[in-house]
Nanobody, 119 residues
């Protein structure tokens, strides 16, 4: 059974920065993609940023230019998200996700980490 371990998150003021990290409990080969989703109170879960198996990165329009996704040391078992210039609307629970469905595998979710942006 694969588990995802998230770290980072917390409370910051508008304009502040945070770094989120997520690591799998063991290496997963033939990964299709990994990244981050978020869910704010009363809203549906939405994609924040993803990296696909070709290394192509995608971002939600609302975070472009402020958030940066990366693989730690080019590996497929750790994904990080640096969130700069945070806004109040970025407040949500952030979930990492690892996707192997394109290769007949599963979709794994982290437990979620709270990001709160308030003045």
């Amino acid at each position: 059974q694969i588990q995802l371990e998230e770290s980072g998150g917390g409370s910051v003021q508008p304009g502040g920065s945070l770094k989120l990290s997520c690591r799998t409990s063991r290496y997963i080969e033939k990964m299709c993609g990994m990244g981050w989703y978020r869910q704010a109170p009363g809203k549906e879960r939405e994609m924040v940023s993803m990296i696909n198996r070709d290394g192509i990165k995608s971002y939600a329009e609302s975070v472009k230019g402020r958030f940066t996704i990366s693989q730690s040391q080019g590996t497929w078992n750790t994904v990080e998200l640096v969130a700069n210039n945070l806004k109040i609307d970025d407040t949500a629970v952030y979930y990492c996700v690892f996707d192997k469905r394109c290769n007949g595998g599963s979709l794994w979710w982290g437990q979620g980490t709270q990001v709160t942006v308030s003045s």
